[in-house]
Structures are given as C-alpha cells and as structure tokens.
C-alpha cells in the first residue's frame, strides 16, 4: 500500500502543483468565501431579523446587488475549488497521512473545510433551481454551514500562515528561470517535485521507482513531459571482468595488471564516481526547463480563469442587465412570465386559485385601536403612486418593474397608527414558511412601500399576487407577500 501512494504522488508531480499556486487558489478561494458568508448572513437576517435590527431601504436595489453577488461568488467558487484540489493533491496523498496530533487537527480542518464547501456550493447550485432532493430544511442548513466553512478556513490559514507569507508575491516563489524555489523551513507539504522527497522502497531507488510508474510508449513519453520526470536511464553496460583485454582507441590494448590512467571515472570508480556525477548535475535537472514550467502554468491559470469567468457569465444574466445575453444556464430568464416578470411560487402551488379571486375578497387592515376592511375599489380610492422596485430572490434572479399601489404609510393614516410602525403581514396561503411575514417601520413609512395592484402597467397577475401584494425597497423576494388577505400593526 505505501509503494502504491509513493508511485500515485510521483505520477502527481506538476509546474502547477506547488506551495505558491496553492496560495493564489486558496486567496482567491477565500474572497469568495468571505464574499459568500458577509452576503449570506444579510439576507438572512433581512429574513429573520434580531428585534433591534434596523435595514437600509436605500439604494433601492442593495438586496438585488448583494444576492446577485452572492450566487454568483458561490458558483465561481465551483471551479477555484477544484483548481485547488488539483494543486494540494500530492499532499492528500502523502505517507505517512498523519504525523502527530497537531498534524491530525490540521488534516481534520482541512477535510471539514473541503467537505463542507462541496456540500455547500452543491446544495446552493441545486436552491437556485428550486430542486431539493435531501430531507433537511435549506435555509438552516446552509446558513449553520456557512459558519463551520468560516470556522475551518481560519483554522486552516492559521495553519499554513508561514506558507502564505512566504509565498504570498510571486517574486519570492520562482527563480529567474521561472522555476519553483522549494523552502523547507515553511514546511510545506508540496514539494517542487514529488519524486524529490521519496524514500528507497524494496532497495530501488527512487528515480528508478518513479520511472517505472508510468506506461511505455508514447503514452508514458507523453505524461513525462506534462509532469517533467526524467526518462529512464538506458541500462548500464556490464562491467568487464577482472583480467579482461579492453581495446583502446589506436589499437592499444589494456590487459591484466595494466593501470587505468584515464580521468574519466570508470565503472569501478564505486561511489566516489556516482557522487561526481551527481555533483555535476544541476539542481533541476529532472524538472521541467523555466521556460516550460512558467508555460505549463499559465496554461492551468488560463484555463481556470476561463471556466471560472465562464460560468459567471453564462448565469449573472439573471441578475445583471448586461450579462442578460448570456444567460444560458441561469436558473429564471429576465422578461419571461406572466406581467414580463419571473415567477417562483405560482397560485396554484400555494392554494389560492380560489380566495385570491372570490369576488367577495378584503383586505383587513388592523390598527392600534382602529380597524378597517378594503375591497380593491375602496384600496385604489386612497390614492395610488409608482415605484420602479427590483423582485429579487433568494434564488439569485432579479428584475427591476413598474409597480402601482397604496402607500403602506397611507394605509397606515386610514387607521389612525404611525406611518413607522412594525407590520405584521398575512399571506391567502393556507401552508409556507413565508406565510406570514414580518415588516420594520423603515420600510413601513418609506414612500416607495407599495400595496401594490398594478404591475408594469398592468393588473397583477394571479401568479404575481393578485388582488393585492407587498414590494418594499432592498427587501427578498419572499418577504413581498402575494395575495394579501391582513396587515396588522404590532404593538
């Protein structure tokens, strides 16, 4: 088994996989986290705010900018990620796997940190499809998790943070050459050269082994060059036995007992011979010339720069105008659905195809001391106003409209209550975890709050929360309740 992950960490041997690109994946690795979980926590607290909690409603569009961002670091983490474990695979591969108790907590946080991120960015790519194929709530989930992925990476850093300093500028990393400069003292786990490091194994040594751990032919010649491992040696002539004639160049012969004058070491030169020669070897001779090396990693950091900008491309179009062309793979399309609008929850999904249009429908309004019911001719008679305001999910789609309603501050006047008070919000909906929502009286008493009727010119739609729905600035998409049936004013 050992001479099995010997021979499988040489095979791994890479320009790529070194300490200094495991410090750029891991930085950039670790903005997106840091992007992630500081977006991540705001809209979850927009969502479940502490009681003393006050939000900004302006710009208008703020929640549309930070969960965009947010889905879209998450999916660029996706392929950082798996350029990261490609550098640091030599070092999962290493023997013995752990080498003390501080060792072992350092491997236990790396494999925390690695395993969470996979089931982290899995799940979030899944939510923005809406596809949940496991038995555990989301939004808890991934919020908790996001804490352990922080946790983990901080232990992590503090870890490496001798690496990280030693190679953080690409100047203290390679030579002029452009090769790899190896610092033991840092104690990174990624040699320059895998081979370098391997033991002899069964009395071969270990050029010999790693020679022997790839294929012959043009396949073998093929992954030598890619990871820059020497070829195999030819095979060493036999010795001549002792009383042998050797042939001198002129016809002169040597025989027994004949001293051997020449400079050159001969093969009886024993070890004396074999140090001199590798003395005269220079130090990288079986790695890859600079040129090469500094090539075949910028070919690694160019083909993982073009799938990370990639896939940001082909999704930011549901969030981002510009990119709207390219939105091959986000989840909704811009400008699509009923009212030119996406949709998530449609009427029929919550059960109010039939209240949502009863022609008997009000809305109850309750007040400190005064309560009211509106039909939607009573609510339009208040007065109405236009706001252009963003939908923007969870999900990661957004898009800006045109709605027309009744100031929430005016709706509050009717029954007598400040214009900034703490709503709470009641939903047709017989079942939903957004069934009842809760408002703060910044959005309350802010003039673009809207019972809105209208959208887009048009009368909502009953997909999009007719009679009567909520659109707030800065706020996410499933706190703007469709299908109103109550707003009452907490006390």
């Not at 008070?421 to 017989?430: D, Q, V």
Request: proline letters at 8%; hydrophobic letters at 45%; charged letters at 20%.
């Amino acid at each position: 088994m050992r001479r099995v992950l010997l021979d499988a960490r040489a095979t791994m041997a890479s320009p790529n996989r070194n300490a200094r690109s495991a410090v750029v994946w891991g930085r950039l690795l670790g903005i997106a986290f840091v992007v992630c979980f500081g977006t991540g926590v705001y809209s979850h607290l927009l969502q479940d705010p502490l009681p003393w909690m006050r939000f900004p409603t302006r710009p208008t569009q703020l929640y549309q900018f930070t969960q965009g961002l947010h889905i879209t670091a998450g999916i660029a983490i996706i392929p950082l990620l798996l350029a990261k474990l490609n550098v640091v695979m030599p070092a999962l591969a290493q023997v013995p796997p752990v080498r003390g108790v501080l060792h072992l907590l350092e491997r236990l946080s790396i494999a925390v940190l690695v395993s969470a991120s996979i089931v982290q960015v899995g799940t979030g790519l899944l939510n923005t499809y809406q596809w949940y194929p496991w038995p555990f709530p989301f939004r808890q989930v991934h919020y908790a998790m996001s804490y352990l992925i922080i946790g983990s990476l901080v232990v992590h850093i503090a870890s490496k943070l001798p690496v990280i300093v030693r190679y953080w500028r690409a100047r203290d990393a390679y030579d002029a050459e452009g090769r790899f400069v190896a610092d033991p003292t840092v104690g990174s786990e990624l040699l320059p050269d895998g081979r370098e490091a391997r033991p002899a194994v069964g009395g071969r040594p270990a050029a010999e082994q790693t020679a022997g751990a790839y294929p012959r032919g043009l396949t073998g010649r093929l992954l030598r060059w890619v990871d820059g491992a020497a070829a195999p040696a030819a095979p060493a002539a036999p010795a001549a036995p002792v009383g042998a004639a050797e042939t001198r160049p002129g016809g002169q012969v040597r025989g027994l007992g004949t001293a051997n004058t020449s400079a050159e070491p001969s093969l009886g030169d024993g070890a004396g011979g074999a140090e001199a020669g590798r003395a005269s070897r220079p130090e990288h001779d079986d790695a890859l010339p600079g040129p090469r090396q500094r090539i075949a990693r910028r070919g690694f950091v160019a083909g993982v720069t073009a799938a990370t900008v990639g896939v940001v491309a082909l999704t930011a179009g549901q969030s981002n105008r510009l990119l709207e062309p390219l939105n091959v793979f986000g989840a909704r399309q811009r400008y699509i659905g009923p009212d030119d609008l996406p949709v998530n929850r449609t009427a029929r999904a919550a059960g109010v195809l039939a209240t949502a249009t009863a022609a008997d429908w009000t809305l109850t309004v309750v007040g400190p001391d005064v309560t009211r019911t509106f039909s939607r001719a009573e609510l339009v008679a208040l007065g109405t106003a236009t706001a252009d305001l963003p939908i923007s999910c969870v999900e990661g789609w957004s898009q800006v409209a045109s709605w027309r309603g009744v100031r929430m501050r005016d709706l509050l006047a009717s029954v007598q209550a400040d214009p900034a008070s703490a709503l709470r919000i009641t939903s047709l909906e017989k079942s939903g975890g957004y069934r009842v929502t809760e408002m703060g009286p910044e959005y309350a008493s802010d003039p673009t709050t809207l019972l809105a009727l209208e959208v887009n010119g048009k009368t909502l739609d009953l997909d999009h929360g007719f009679p009567a729905r909520v659109i707030a600035p800065g706020r996410p998409g499933v706190l703007q309740t469709k299908w109103i049936g109550k707003i009452e004013v907490i006390r």
